[in-house]
């Protein structure tokens, strides 16, 4: 209860314990909605990883696109910036509850009521409203894929509140930073490196090829491809992210250069914040080792399986090659992507070479040697 004797925002959306209503059913979800939700919408909001949905085999495109598209649920209420970091925490944790189930459709309306319409995107705004067919397909699916959706999804939650404990308002002009890399690299864990666990569980049941997998060890090897892909993205997004207030950076590395989180908003500072830009590349390619391993662990005679895993590889290494290479990499309107067109290329070319291991050593190399020559 609040100050005043006012339920919570989270006793008022889940449903208080005082409440005297009869929790009503979800919505029993059909087949033309389920294709939907798993197209057009998870389309709309996924960008790229649709691509990598599509070519999976098909058993796996249910829990997966389930997993991404309540998983972007979430990042677009913790996104919500009209509203405060706290009050956004508190719906992430009505959120996380609702995934932990039994999901309440009175809660799943009111998240819908009180954000939708604070929405820019059109998907995003769709995607609030499709909660409780959502909701309604993840209690539909068979276990155990839906305990993995789900643990995946609170791991992801945490990684979220996190964020939005961290940081400032985006409007308040102030810039705050992760303290350590132990904090970096806990994050990483909390949103990606989780997947890859869930990529593992989630395949190795539904893919006979993977049955000779070590379960644990691959699943390490996953948190670390995770991990990779994560971090070239804090690396990429250094200069928007600081613009709403927000530093991956770690506050001690900086220091030890005589930096603080605020300086690096001078573009010009570049030069003297590279050697923590460099230390963590260098990381998130030892990481990549470890996504390498994980993709030639895939046996040759899975290639959807394997070019799921793949295009990440080629994209974040490519993606790290323009920003060791970018000299204005402060700079906001110097952004350091590999474009469209390069991606689609990229997909093309892999067709004919996933099966190969040594071709995809050497298109690995070939990718490694670039961000070693610019760094």
């Not at 719906?91 to 929405?119: M, N």
């Not at 040759?300 to 000299?327: C, D, F, M």
Request: hydrophobic share 45%; with cysteine.
């Amino acid at each position: 209860m609040g100050n005043d004797g006012e339920p919570t925002t989270c006793e008022s959306l889940a449903g208080g314990p005082d409440e005297d209503r009869i929790r009503e059913p979800l919505p029993a979800i059909d087949r033309d909605q389920q294709a939907q939700l798993l197209g057009s919408l998870l389309k709309g909001v996924s960008r790229s990883f649709y691509l990598t949905l599509r070519v999976l085999p098909p058993g796996l495109r249910l829990p997966v696109g389930l997993a991404y598209l309540l998983a972007r649920a979430a990042d677009t209420i913790a996104d919500t910036s009209l509203i405060s970091p706290e009050l956004r925490r508190e719906f992430i944790l009505v959120f996380r509850s609702q995934v932990e189930g039994p999901a309440k459709l009175d809660a799943l309306w009111r998240i819908e009521e009180k954000l939708t319409d604070l929405q820019t995107i059109p998907k995003e705004r769709e995607l609030l409203t499709s909660l409780p067919a959502a909701f309604s397909l993840l209690e539909s699916i068979r276990e155990p894929d839906a305990a993995m959706v789900r643990s995946v999804l609170v791991t992801l939650s945490l990684g979220m509140e996190m964020d939005l404990a961290t940081f400032p308002p985006e409007n308040s002009g102030n810039v705050e930073a992760l303290e350590d890399g132990a904090a970096l690299d806990r994050y990483t864990y909390l949103v990606a490196g989780c997947v890859g666990e869930f990529w593992t569980e989630i395949t190795m049941a539904h893919s006979g090829s993977l049955k000779r997998w070590d379960e644990e060890a691959m699943s390490q090897t996953g948190i670390r491809f995770g991990k990779a892909l994560q971090l070239t993205n804090v690396l990429r997004d250094v200069p928007r992210d600081l613009r709403i207030g927000r530093c991956y950076m770690p506050r001690t590395e900086l220091a030890a250069l005589g930096l603080s989180p605020q300086d690096l908003l001078d573009q010009d500072r570049g030069e003297e914040a590279r050697p923590v830009l460099t230390l963590w590349i260098k990381m998130a390619m030892e990481h990549y080792d470890s996504a390498e391993d994980y993709l030639l662990a895939i046996p040759r005679h899975s290639p959807r399986l394997r070019l799921a895993v793949l295009w990440p590889i080629l994209i974040g290494l490519a993606t790290l090659a323009r920003l060791a290479g970018n000299e204005n990499w402060l700079n906001p309107a110097y952004p350091s992507r590999v474009s469209r067109r390069w991606i689609y290329f990229t997909l093309v070319l892999s067709l004919p070479v996933v099966v190969s291991n040594t071709a995809l050593k050497f298109w690995i190399k070939r990718l490694r040697n670039q961000i070693i020559k610019a760094i």
